[in-house]
């Protein structure tokens, strides 16, 4: 399957749901805290398949905002654990070979110390970065993304930066977090888990992504379920509202 998935288009940017992580434990009778762990695992895997693949743009959705609300210790692991695998990142040879951007795409400021550290380390090494992009989305709400892009160009405008008529769709992205990407939406967006939402996940950006809505939970996810959702998507034509 892989060489005839390699023979079609092969989607440029790929946006994921990591979704399942704690269902994944509770079907195994095991604390939730493993289940985060396999799926820390299973994203390091993914990016494997990703850069044989050729798929230049990842972007993972680890931590929403309105996870930040869960119970304590949950969230005190999750912590760690994130923290521990950006170190990992931060040292793998993968991304300075490969030339990958790393950046974080969210409310930074509602973040751990520790957690801030690392991923300004990892946006300074990987600042001059073009050949691939890897955007980790973390305490990250779609709403709040365009809310934050509206409050600065109310300040542009404020500021006689640009007048109200200058506002476009290309203004709008340009203020996104993602603006720093050569292209911002998505060819697909994966979930995992059977859930059939997208969770405030790129709002803007996915307009007219190709949604894939696959039933493995997260820490399952292996090559060839990559290989299928690809697969899936090779099979869509691609309208993009006309």
Request: aromatic fraction near 8%; charge should be positive.
């Amino acid at each position: 399957m892989e060489d005839e998935i390699k023979q079609g288009n092969i989607p440029g940017h790929i946006a994921i749901i990591l979704d399942g992580n704690r269902r994944w434990a509770k079907k195994r009778l095991e604390l939730e805290n493993a289940g985060h762990f396999r799926g820390a695992d299973a994203v390091e895997k993914l990016l494997d398949w990703c850069e044989e693949l050729g798929i230049k743009i990842v972007t993972l959705y680890v931590l929403s905002a309105e996870n930040l609300s869960r119970e304590d210790e949950e969230l005190s692991y999750l912590y760690q654990l994130i923290e521990v695998r950006l170190r990992k990142l931060y040292d793998d040879p993968r991304i300075h070979r490969n030339k990958t951007r790393v950046r974080a795409i969210g409310r930074m400021e509602l973040l751990p110390d520790g957690i801030l550290n690392v991923l300004k380390k990892l946006d300074e090494a990987t600042k001059n970065y073009s050949r691939r992009y890897l955007n980790i989305a973390i305490a990250y709400g779609g709403q709040d993304e365009v809310l934050d892009a509206i409050k600065k160009i109310v300040k542009k405008v404020h500021m006689g930066e640009i007048d109200i008529d200058d506002i476009t769709a290309k203004e709008i992205e340009s203020n996104l977090y993602t603006s720093h990407l050569p292209q911002s939406s998505p060819d697909m967006i994966l979930r995992t888990s059977g859930e059939k939402r997208l969770s405030g996940f790129l709002l803007w950006q996915g307009a007219y992504s190709e949604l894939v809505f696959m039933d493995i939970l997260w820490p399952e996810f292996r090559k060839i379920d990559l290989l299928r959702a690809i697969r899936t998507f090779q099979k869509r034509r691609r309208r993009m509202g006309k």
